[in-house]
């Protein structure tokens, strides 16, 4: 039975069709942010994480990593991507350390003086 909210409960094998389609174009959209944010802070770590089934976020890191293999860069060593396991408490431990970041090692301006 379907219920809002409660993924576990959803029938995923009859949204195969809708999840495959989101999983390619999610693939190729996190495979562009996953180029550009390693570029800049030359990273070699991606981790993703979902609150949808472990299933579902197993073939999302895959497909990320067929599309960094694909993309057309030159001398570009395409980071590891692994699955992330804190579900639905990412958001919030990331936006706690943001919080700590700010305050203990950020060097922008307006975090020194604010």
């Given amino acids: 039975m379907f219920v809002p909210g409660q993924f576990e409960s959803w029938d995923w094998v009859a ?3 809708v999840v495959d389609q989101w999983i390619n174009d999610s693939a190729n ?3 562009r942010v996953a180029y550009n944010t390693t570029v800049v ?3 070699d770590l991606v981790i993703i994480d979902t609150i949808l089934p472990a299933e579902i976020g197993e073939r999302l890191v895959a ?3 067929i599309e960094l293999g694909h993309l057309p860069v030159l001398g570009y ?3 590891q991507v692994m699955q992330g396991h804190l579900g639905a408490s990412a958001p919030a431990i990331g936006a706690a350390e943001l919080t ?4 203990y090692f950020s060097r ?3 975090d020194l003086v604010g």
Avoid: G, N
Wanted: proline content about 14%; hydrophobic content about 45%; glycine content about 0%.
């Fill in 29 to 31: 959209i996190l495979a």
């Fill in 41 to 43: 802070i030359e990273t």
């Fill in 108 to 110: 922008t301006l307006a």
């Fill in 100 to 103: 700590l970041y700010r305050r």
């Fill in 15 to 17: 949204f195969k069709p």
């Fill in 63 to 65: 497909q990320v990593e």
């Fill in 77 to 79: 060593v395409p980071p």
